[in-house]
Structure formats: C-alpha cells, structure tokens
C-alpha cells in the first residue's frame, strides 16, 4: 500500500560527512520522499547524538517545494507560505525517528541508509540497505586558535613548508628540538656565538599544525643578526650556503645515515632504536637549515636576474626569464628519467609488460620479488636500483607517511602509465629546455652591447649555477626516513606483540613517553587520536598567530596575507 505521506525523508544511522557511528543525519521534507532522494528540494537537516537521544543541530531551510500525489502520477507544487520555514520534524519526533534508525542499524548489524514517510502522526520505513562508502570517523574541526605563549608569534613558514598535514603525535615530539637545535648550530657556526637560546624558537603545534614559535627577544636576536648571517651564506667563504651544504651539510648527513643502515634492528633494544631515530632526525633537521641557507642565493640570483632582464634586456620577442634557468640535470629529473629508463626496458619484454599492467600492483612486486625468472630477477634488481638511489624522496616530512623505499606501488602506478606510452620522454623535454635555453641566451647575447652583455652574463651564469643546487639539496632532505621508518615499525611490531598497539604503523601516533615507559595497551587512545587527526586537517590554519598581535607587522611579509590565498 502506498504510504500517503505528509512529510519524508532519508535518514543515515551514521554520520556520512565525518564517519561518526553515534550520529545519525535526518533530512526532511514536506510531501513525498521522492523529490529528498533526487535532491530537488531543500530540506531539514536534522543530526541526532545517538546513545543520549539528543538533539545535536537543526538546520531548518526555506523549502519552497514539495512532491504530492496527482492522479495516476506525483507533481511538484509550492509549499503553503506557513509550511515554508516551519520544520518538518520536531526535537522529540526526530529523537524517536532516530530510534527506529538504531533498532534497523542493530538487526542488520551494519549502518544504513534508510527511506522514511511520516502519515497521520505515523512513521513508516520504506527502505534500508548498507551504507556503502562511509567515511573513517573524525573528531570535530577545531576552530579555536588559541597558542601556548601569547606574547611569542606563531609562523607557518620555512620546514612547515613541508609539513601541509597535521602532524602525528612522535614526529611532534621528536622534529621540536631538532628545529631548535639546527637552528643553534648553524647561527653558532656562523657567527661564533651562542645566537639563539633555548627559549627563543621551537616547533610546537596549535590544532596538530606545526608552527615556528619565536619569543619577542629571540626574534629581536634574530632580526639583529640576521644581516651578518646573509652576508656570510651569500659570500664566497667557507661558509658559503653552497659550499658549506657541498662540503659539510651533506656529506654528514649521509655518512649519519649511513651509520645506522644495515644493522640488525632485531637486536637493538627499544631505547637504543628510539635515540637512533633521534639522531637521524636531528641530522635532517640540520640537514634542511643547511638547505634554507641556499635558498637566499637561489632566490637572490634569479629575483636580480629577472628584474635587470625584464627592465635592461628584453625585447618584444625575447622569452620569459624562466626559460634561462630550464633543462639542467638534477635530481628530480635524474629520477624522472630512471624511471622511463626501467618502463623502456620492461616494454621490452612482452609477457612482463603485460603482467606488470594486468597485475594488482602488490600482487605484481611480490611475484617480482620471488620469481626464479631472469627477466622478472633483472627488473626486480633494477627497480630496488632505484629505489635505492631516489627511494627516499618525501613530500610530507612527517615520518608517519610512506616514503617509496618502503611503500613502492604509488610509483608503479607511474611505472604502467610510462609501459602504456603515456607521458613524453623525460630526455628530449629536457634537451629541448637545454636548447631553447641555449639559443635564447645566444640570441640575447648577439645583440646586446658590451654594457648590457657583461651583467647579463654574470647574472645567468649565477642564477643558472644555483638553480639545479637548490633541487638536488631539496631532493635528498628524507634521506634518513627509509631507515628511521624501519626503526620505528621494530618497535611497533614490539608494541603490537605486547597488545599495546593494534598494528605496527600505530606507533606513530603515540607519544615518546608512553613507548618509554611501556605502558598497558593504548590502542583506544590511539584511535581517538587518529578521529582527532582527521577533524584537524579539514582546517585551514591561519599562516600567522596570534592575531592582533606584534607579530602583525610581519603580515605582509608571508607568501600568503591570508589563509584563503
């Protein structure tokens, strides 16, 4: 029997915009509940807190339309102007149409999606099935940008550049004092003086969000030292930014890692793995405010190399100052073209070719990996190859995201995409910059007097010097995370063993502390810092804190004046 309803909906017995399984998400509308499912009308938004029957927010629309029936058929008609704004449901109707929700969600053992009319005071339920893509559970997004200290400044800025998430717990608590100490070293270094205290500058997090926390003294400290500084990286000394990442920066970090590679983690006590990790993220932390030091000149030669181009140089049909600076080798073209390189190969060889693009990608490496065949041996050889060479490569610095070494199948997907004939030869996009950048120089140089030309050269041969530095230093900044991440899952397998944890990738969300002192099983806490990790990054964090401070006259320094940008 048709139900002649007077008001109907739908009604999700969890929440299917944050994943929470104790919200249930009522729409509702006047007339029949075919104009709700086919998004034609506006409706009432009703959320319901399920276990206390309480009402957790009411958005009452404007609903001008609603479907009836009309003979042999259903027509859409206005509301009455005294239903438009009134709800459909009341606090105790929508508490008891919750219920029923429940009941349903407990006989099927899963939560639905259900269709519901409501007749003469009566609810009926037309339909139910699975909610099929609900999302995992978050926590609330924050909203209240209080900070720690507020007389410091809070900056978004520099190594956050890296950092976009929030961050996991471990990573906070390890990345804090290496930023300071980095930052001790390389203005001691420098200067031959103790520049920053203890106190002036860390890497705390407001709502997960890493910032860089200056004290009013410590940012005085460093605006008055900061000339003296610049003027020693952009020198020709010693300590150069170039010459002193070249020479002492990277070499050091590599030798760091490689210190603590190959051992066998297995009989490494949790503590001893522990000050490991410590070491390898202090030596990046070093590593990237070595890499900050080159940036200055990077961005010093091409600003001087644009602007006397633009304003000295440039005629109608000369190309953008860009393009001088295009086509040079570094490495994240070198990885570029590694990787065309293996998919040239593997097209190759026909029966791999087509496993490789039939094959779920993990099936395929774990075949690869295990196969007595040459042909598969050899590309599995090729392929650690590289990841062995550009495995190491982070987006996100936080140590809680796979990086390639360890988590390859992203890069497969580039792999198959290459075997397909998709994409353009990395050599020749590269020799084509090289040579449109060739000729475009030559052809500026042939025609400009010997006033122009001598700057003119000595301004590109400084930005085209720098440029390919900048990226190789960039690119090597998650050497240590292949190993630090191994050292981490060791004891994450311990925790799990122990029933501390639910999984190994969990020990990236408890803090030093709580591994340190071996407490009894954590994995609630665990999830509720995951739901509250994942309210967090819906926000977009204000690039400066706190607002209507001293720090607003740094403002309009910042990449962005405003979060929206």
């Known amino acids: 029997q048709m139900v002649d309803a007077d008001s109907a909906g739908v009604m999700f017995t ?7 399984r104790d919200e249930t998400v009522i729409s509702a509308a006047w007339g029949l509940g075919e104009s709700v499912v086919s998004g034609s009308v506006n409706t009432d938004n009703i959320v319901v807190h399920t276990p206390d029957g309480k009402v957790l927010s009411s958005d009452i629309a404007d609903k001008t339309a609603m479907t009836v029936y009309a003979e042999q058929r259903t027509e859409e008609r206005p509301v009455p102007e005294d239903r438009r704004l009134r709800p459909v449901l ?6 008891e149409l919750a219920g029923y929700g429940t009941r349903i969600q407990d006989h099927f053992g899963a939560p639905q999606d259900i269709e519901w009319a409501r007749a003469d005071g009566r609810f009926f ?46 990573f906070a608590d390890m990345i804090d004092g290496s930023v300071t100490r980095s930052l001790q070293t390389l203005f001691g270094e420098i200067l031959g003086e103790d520049v920053i205290r203890d106190d002036d500058v860390g890497l705390p997090t407001v709502n997960g969000y890493a910032y860089y926390e200056y004290s009013r003294a410590g ?82 030669s091409e600003v001087l190399f644009t602007r006397f181009y633009e304003a000295v140089v440039r ?13 040079f080798d570094s490495a994240p073209i070198k990885s570029e073209k590694s990787l065309y390189d293996l998919a040239s190969w593997t097209r190759s060889h026909r029966d791999l070719a087509e ?14 990996a295990e196969s007595d065949d040459p042909v598969w041996h050899e590309w599995h050889t090729r392929f650690q190859t590289h990841l062995a ?51 475009a120089a030559a052809a ?23 440029a390919p530095i900048r990226e190789d230093a960039l690119a090597n900044v998650g050497l240590a995370w292949p190993q630090a991440r191994l050292m981490l899952l060791e004891i994450g397998r311990r925790l799990q063993q122990a029933g501390v944890i639910n999984e190994p990738n969990d020990v990236f969300w408890l803090h030093r502390t709580q591994i340190e002192e071996g407490l009894g099983s954590l994995a609630d806490q665990v999830e509720q810092r995951k739901q509250v990790w994942r309210g967090q990054r819906r926000a977009t964090p204000p690039q400066l804190l706190p607002k209507g401070s001293w720090g607003d006259m740094f403002r309009n320094w910042m990449p962005a004046a405003s979060e929206e940008q």
């Open 14 to 20: 969890a929440n299917p915009s944050n994943g929470r």
């Open 90 to 95: 009341s606090a105790t109707e929508a508490v």
């Open 125 to 170: 339920v037309l339909q139910a099935r699975p909610i099929t893509a609900l999302p995992e559970i978050e926590a609330p997004q924050p909203t209240d940008w209080t900070v720690p200290e507020p007389t410091a400044m809070y900056v978004r800025a520099s190594i956050v550049e890296q950092l976009p998430d929030p961050l996991s717990p471990l």
């Open 219 to 300: 940012m005085a400290r460093l605006m008055w030292k900061s000339p003296r500084a610049f003027g020693a990286l952009l020198g020709g000394g010693t300590l150069a930014g170039q010459g002193r990442w070249r020479n002492y920066s990277h070499p050091r970090y590599r030798r760091i890692v490689s210190d603590w590679t190959g051992r066998d983690l297995t009989e490494m006590s949790t503590e001893q793995l522990l000050s490991g990790v410590q070491e390898l993220v202090d030596a990046a932390a070093e590593y990237y405010t070595a890499v900050q030091t080159i940036i200055p000149a990077a961005a010093t």
């Open 315 to 327: 005629s109608k049909d000369d190309p953008p100052a860009q393009v001088f600076l295009l086509g």
């Open 355 to 368: 496993s490789l693009l039939t094959l779920p990608p993990q099936k395929f490496l774990e075949e690869a």
């Open 389 to 439: 060479a550009y495995g190491h490569v982070v987006y996100n610095l936080d140590f809680s995201n796979p990086v390639p070494a360890d988590d390859p199948v992203p890069l497969l997907e580039t792999l198959r995409f290459f075997v397909r004939g998709g994409g353009i030869d990395p050599y020749e996009r590269q020799q084509r910059s090289a040579t449109r950048r060739e000729d």
């Open 444 to 466: 500026v140089l042939a025609r400009l007097d010997s006033v122009r030309a001598k700057p003119f050269r000595r301004l590109l041969h400084w930005a085209q010097s720098v």
